[in-house]
Every structure is written in C-alpha cells, then in structure tokens.
C-alpha cells in the first residue's frame, strides 16, 4: 500500500466518558492504514472494545472524531459503517435462528441485496459448509464464532474488526482463523484485532498498538516496536563459579545467579555501541574463564509489562 | 433509506413468527373460540341483545381489540427485547440504518402479526355469528391503525425492560385491566353512573367503541373523539420514540 495515502480509519482526540462517569478512553489518535493487519493490545480493562466500539457506532464518543475511509462516522454514517464488518467480544447469537438466514441478514442489515451464492462461498470458506441449515443452539462454541465471522464479512467489507477473536478458542479455530485472516489481508481487506495475548499480536499483526488506561502508549510496526524497546540479555556461562562480580566489571551493572555460574548483561539493541565487545576483554581481564555464551531478546510480553508498568508510574505522579 | 435494511429485519421477524406458528396463530383462534362459547353462549343466552345488537355479535370487536392490543404489544415488546437480552442487537445498531429504518422493520413486523391475528379472530368469528360490517373502510382503518400505535408501544416497552419481569410488567398491571374495563364484553352505558364516569378515563374505551361504531354504527362516544385518541396515541409513541432515537436510549452507552 502507498505509505502516503490516506488513512482508511482516522481516529482524533477520542474521548469516552461512561455514564457513571468512568473515563474509558482519553484523547485517542490513531491511523490505521488501508490494507494493515493491526492488533491493539492491552490488557482487560484498557479500553480495546470501547475504541472499537465507537469506530463502529456501538458507543457514542465524548469528544474526538473518526473517519472512516474518509466519512465521518455521525455525519455520513451509512457510508462510514457500509464499510465495516465487526466480531464482537462476546458470543452473541440469536438461538433459533438458521445458520444461512442469520448470514443473510447480516447482509440485508448492510444494505445489500440478497446473494446466495456468495453466501454459501462464504460459509464454505468457514468450514460452515454443512452447517447451514442448522440452528445457532446446535453449534458448538467454536462453530458460533465462525457464523459471526461470517455474518461480519456477509457485506464483503474492507475493514473487518476481530474483538479478541481468539478467547477461549480452540487450537484448530485459531490456526483457522488466522488463515482466514491472510486470506482477506491477500483480498486487500485492513483487519484490526484486540487481544492480551503478546504472542498473538506478534504472530499476526504488521503493526501493534499498546493500549493501557484508554490511552495509546505504543503504535509502530511490530519490528520497529519490538527493536525500539526490545532489550537483548546476554547470559554468560561461567567455567568456575565466582563469589562476586569483581569491581573491574561493576560499569556494567551484571547479575550474578546465586550460585555464581551465571553472568547476565542487559543491553539495548538499538544503540550503536552494545558494550559486548568492551564486555568481553573486561572478563578476560578479570580472568574469569567463559563456558558457554548465549542471547535472548524479550518478548512484547516484557516489553508491554514495561511499557504499562512505567505508565502506572507515571499516573501515580 | 436502507430498504434491504428494512426487508431483512422485517422478514427476519416474519419468520420467528413462522416458526412459531402454532403458538402465534392457533392460540388467539382456541381462545376466541372460547370466549365464544363462554359469553356469546352463557351470558348471551341471558342479555340477548346491547343496544339492538345480539350479544354474540356486540363482543366481536371488543375481542378483536383485546387480542390486537395484547398481541401487538407482546409481538413488538418482545421482538427487540429479545436481540438485547441476546446481544445481538449489536449488528443492528452497526449496520448503516437509522433508528427509524429499524423501527419501520421492527414495528411493522409486530403489527402485520397483530393484523394476521385479528383477521383470523375475525373469520372465526364467523363462524359463530351472523357477521355484518357497516363501515368495511373504517374498520380497516381502526384495525390498522390500532396495530401500528400498540407495536409502537410495545417496542418502547421492549427497549425500556431490561428484564423479563419488566417486559411483562405493563402489559400485565396496565394493558389487560384496562383492556377488560374498556368495554370489550358491554357497553358502557349498563355501567353505573359512577363508573361510566371513571370508564371515559380509560382510553381503550374510546378504542373499542370507535371500532364498535365501525361494525354496528352503535358507540358510547363520538367516533371522532375515537379517532382523535388512537391518533393522539400514536403521536405520543412516536414522540416518546423519537427522544429514544436522540438519546440512543439503552442501545448505545
Ligand atoms: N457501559 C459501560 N459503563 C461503564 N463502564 C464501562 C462500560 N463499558 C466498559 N466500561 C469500563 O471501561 C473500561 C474499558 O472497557 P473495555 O473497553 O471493555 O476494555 P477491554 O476491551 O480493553 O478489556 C473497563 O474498565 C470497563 O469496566
Ligand atoms: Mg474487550
């Protein structure tokens, strides 16, 4: 996608405020390219679900504005949500309704005339095939996510939002479900999922938004974000255990593992000078003797424990 | 105008009906039946004839109303109650339609029903009475009328509960009272003269009597006074609804 054109979704100091005066969301900016795969994490609470609920018209916002691909969402509202297809959070079905009925409506709801073939196309690609002249109730809990991707994708949209579309999923769905997601990222739909999981976001997304206390603390491309706050931990093995670090060392504040086998130095993996080579004549001067060397780099999880620690820090202030 | 929109939600409910066909038709058909054969058969074969009409004849339109007013208001009620108990209400409040291209999809659903309905009450009616329809036109209009001002109504009770016992709460302690009191199975004027006074503060009163009028051209008010209340009605429902639509009343926080 040309990195210059305009965004699909434009989210401005987005606010939300709860009738019981809980402020959900605070001054939210956000853009989310035409055609990305963009997964908001952030932990229970953070305001994901009202977000995306005010993108799609559940929740009406306080203050702030949304345009989505370029209308705004009160003042041109039907072009605005033609556009959108949602799977909610929640597992919420009509009981009595037949499968293929209750994907067609979704589609009328969207304006569209009825297209049975596209339906039944739609359903197969779900592995719903079989199913459609069932009732909701009769379908398993995996089954029912299924028939909300499908009624959410009914009106063929071009943004598809996934509120934690993997919760409580099982490992078939899951691989499922994200091949159907690089099947529409290939159709060139821009898909937006939530999750708390870090794997997941780190599996899929091309970019990831942390969000924490209604507020976006972190968006940039999953690389960029996981390099610009991703520490490397060099752990050295030792071939005798020492007592102490000795004082030659102390510039770079190692950790001794309580048996004195293990050194570990943290060190940041953007900065010019890592300090490894400077480490490493340190330890041959101090005469220590190395056994074995190895590297980790930390996971978003870290990185987002960080991130939402230090931005608890900062409210307490 | 979404009419797709409009089409799949009314035809949606259609065939909830559908499915509950026995329920939804046979039910107002036994106890029609049954009120037949209780007032037209015991009490009519004691007070003959109201106002020069024979009794079985005189309680048709009371017993149509009754069925249309409990009838709309439960089909409507329950119709939007349900996808909110449910959460499926969702997909409707994020679809590109307006609150009132949902209500002209919930509402005329309810009310078609209720249509269905009283026209069923109406055949099986026949078969127990001599019927006669003096204004065919009026009737039709009352009918419809009355249909479209009690889904209205029941589709504000439905998005005001939000629980069962709410959902059944009006239609229990307010309609059917007043349904019972309003005049179904007698006219007014065999009341005490107390009471015929109370009974002018019950609106189905002037429902049932205008509807009355229309069969038999016999009223216990004037038709337009009639006319005028179930108008007045409607404007109420659809101002109330309105204010719904400005505030997102209960379907968007
Ligand atoms: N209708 C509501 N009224 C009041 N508070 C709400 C409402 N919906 C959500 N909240 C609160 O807003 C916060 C954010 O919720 P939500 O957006 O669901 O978070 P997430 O999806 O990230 O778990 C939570 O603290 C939640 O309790
Ligand atoms: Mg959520």
């Given at each position: 996608?040309?990195?210059?054109?305009?965004?699909?979704?434009?989210?401005?100091?987005?606010?939300?405020?709860?009738?019981?005066?809980?402020?959900?969301?605070?001054?939210?900016?956000?853009?989310?390219?035409?055609?990305?795969?963009?997964?908001?994490?952030?932990?229970?609470?953070?305001?994901?679900?009202?977000?995306?609920?005010?993108?799609?018209?559940?929740?009406?916002?306080?203050?702030?504005?949304?345009?989505?691909?370029?209308?705004?969402?009160?003042?041109?509202?039907?072009?605005?949500?033609?556009?959108?297809?949602?799977?909610?959070?929640?597992?919420?079905?009509?009981?009595?309704?037949?499968?293929?009925?209750?994907?067609?409506?979704?589609?009328?709801?969207?304006?569209?005339?009825?297209?049975?073939?596209?339906?039944?196309?739609?359903?197969?690609?779900?592995?719903?095939?079989?199913?459609?002249?069932?009732?909701?109730?009769?379908?398993?809990?995996?089954?029912?996510?299924?028939?909300?991707?499908?009624?959410?994708?009914?009106?063929?949209?071009?943004?598809?939002?996934?509120?934690?579309?993997?919760?409580?999923?099982?490992?078939?769905?899951?691989?499922?479900?994200?091949?159907?997601?690089?099947?529409?990222?290939?159709?060139?739909?821009?898909?937006?999922?939530?999750?708390?999981?870090?794997?997941?976001?780190?599996?899929?997304?091309?970019?990831?938004?942390?969000?924490?206390?209604?507020?976006?603390?972190?968006?940039?491309?999953?690389?960029?974000?996981?390099?610009?706050?991703?520490?490397?931990?060099?752990?050295?093995?030792?071939?005798?255990?020492?007592?102490?670090?000795?004082?030659?060392?102390?510039?770079?504040?190692?950790?001794?593992?309580?048996?004195?086998?293990?050194?570990?130095?943290?060190?940041?993996?953007?900065?010019?000078?890592?300090?490894?080579?400077?480490?490493?004549?340190?330890?041959?001067?101090?005469?220590?003797?190395?056994?074995?060397?190895?590297?980790?780099?930390?996971?978003?999880?870290?990185?987002?424990?960080?991130?939402?620690?230090?931005?608890?820090?900062?409210?307490?202030? | 105008?979404?009419?797709?929109?409009?089409?799949?939600?009314?035809?949606?409910?259609?065939?909830?009906?559908?499915?509950?066909?026995?329920?939804s038709i046979v039910s107002p058909v036994l106890s029609t039946a049954l009120y037949f054969?209780?007032?037209?058969?015991?009490?009519?074969?004691?007070?003959?004839?109201?106002?020069?009409?024979?009794?079985?004849?005189?309680i048709v339109p009371g017993l149509m109303m009754l069925s249309l007013l409990t009838q709309s208001i439960s089909n409507?009620?329950?119709?939007?109650?349900?996808?909110?108990?449910?959460?499926?209400?969702?997909?409707?409040?994020?679809?590109?339609?307006?609150?009132?291209?949902?209500?002209?999809?919930?509402?005329?659903?309810?009310?078609?029903k209720s249509l269905i309905i009283g026209t069923i009450i109406l055949i099986t009616a026949?078969?127990?009475?001599?019927?006669?329809?003096?204004?065919?036109?009026?009737?039709?209009?009352?009918l419809?009328?009355t249909c479209?001002?009690f889904?209205?109504?029941?589709?504000?009770?439905?998005?005001?509960?939000?629980?069962?016992?709410?959902?059944?709460?009006?239609p229990?302690?307010?309609i059917t009272?007043?349904v019972f009191?309003?005049?179904s199975?007698?006219?007014?004027?065999?009341?005490?003269?107390?009471?015929?006074?109370?009974?002018?503060?019950?609106?189905?009163?002037?429902l049932i009597?205008?509807f009355?009028?229309?069969?038999?051209?016999?009223?216990?008010?004037?038709?337009?006074?009639?006319?005028?209340?179930?108008?007045?009605?409607?404007?109420?429902?659809?101002?109330?609804?309105?204010?719904?639509?400005?505030?997102?009343?209960?379907?968007?926080?």
């Open positions: 996608m040309n990195p210059t054109s305009e965004p699909i979704i434009r989210v401005r100091g987005l606010g939300k405020r709860y009738a019981n005066g809980f402020t959900a969301l605070s001054n939210v900016d956000l853009d989310i390219k035409e055609g990305e795969i963009l997964a908001l994490l952030g932990p229970n609470g953070a305001g994901k679900t009202t977000l995306i609920s005010t993108i799609c018209g559940l929740v009406e916002p306080t203050s702030g504005s949304v345009t989505v691909g370029g209308h705004d969402i009160h003042k041109n509202f039907r072009e605005a949500r033609s556009l959108i297809g949602l799977v909610p959070q929640e597992l919420a079905i009509a009981p009595f309704d037949v499968v293929a009925n209750t994907v067609r409506l979704s589609r009328g709801l969207f304006g569209l005339a009825r297209n049975d073939v596209y339906i039944e196309e739609l359903l197969g690609r779900l592995s719903l095939g079989d199913k459609m002249g069932n009732i909701m109730q009769q379908l398993s809990g995996g089954m029912k996510r299924r028939v909300l991707i499908a009624k959410a994708l009914a009106h063929e949209p071009r943004i598809l939002f996934l509120d934690e579309p993997t919760a409580g999923v099982d490992v078939e769905l899951r691989k499922d479900m994200w091949a159907i997601v690089e099947q529409l990222r290939a159709d060139g739909v821009t898909i937006i999922l939530t999750t708390h999981y870090i794997e997941e976001a780190e599996e899929i997304a091309d970019r990831v938004g942390v969000i924490a206390k209604g507020r976006i603390i972190a968006i940039d491309d999953k690389v960029n974000l996981m390099s610009r706050f991703g520490r490397k931990q060099l752990t050295i093995e030792l071939r005798d255990p020492c007592d102490s670090v000795p004082a030659t060392l102390e510039p770079f504040s190692l950790e001794r593992s309580s048996d004195g086998r293990r050194l570990v130095y943290s060190y940041d993996t953007r900065a010019d000078r890592t300090g490894i080579t400077s480490l490493l004549q340190a330890l041959n001067s101090a005469g220590l003797q190395l056994k074995d060397l190895s590297t980790t780099q930390s996971s978003l999880e870290d990185i987002f424990v960080d991130m939402v620690a230090s931005d608890n820090d900062g409210a307490v202030e | 105008m979404n009419v797709e929109g409009i089409k799949a939600i009314y035809f949606n409910e259609m065939r909830r009906t559908r499915n509950t066909l026995l329920q054969v209780v007032f037209g058969g015991a009490i009519g074969s004691r007070i003959q004839s109201v106002e020069g009409v024979d009794y079985g004849l005189f409507a009620s329950f119709g939007i109650f349900f996808p909110k108990f449910t959460g499926t209400i969702y997909e409707v409040m994020s679809a590109p339609m307006s609150f009132f291209e949902v209500i002209v999809g919930y509402v005329g659903a309810a009310a078609t026949a078969f127990f009475v001599d019927l006669r329809i003096a204004h065919p036109v009026w009737m039709v209009a009352f419809v009328l479209i001002a889904s209205l109504f029941g589709f504000i009770i439905g998005l005001w509960a939000d629980n069962f016992e709410k959902l059944q709460l009006i229990l302690i307010v009272p007043l009191l309003g005049g199975f007698y006219s007014i004027d065999m009341l005490p003269e107390f009471w015929q006074k109370v009974t002018l503060f019950n609106p189905v009163v002037y009597s205008g009355r009028w229309s069969f038999f051209e016999v009223a216990d008010v004037p038709v337009g006074l009639s006319l005028a209340m179930i108008a007045g009605f409607l404007v109420l429902c659809l101002g109330i609804v309105w204010w719904m639509f400005k505030t997102g009343y209960k379907l968007r926080s």
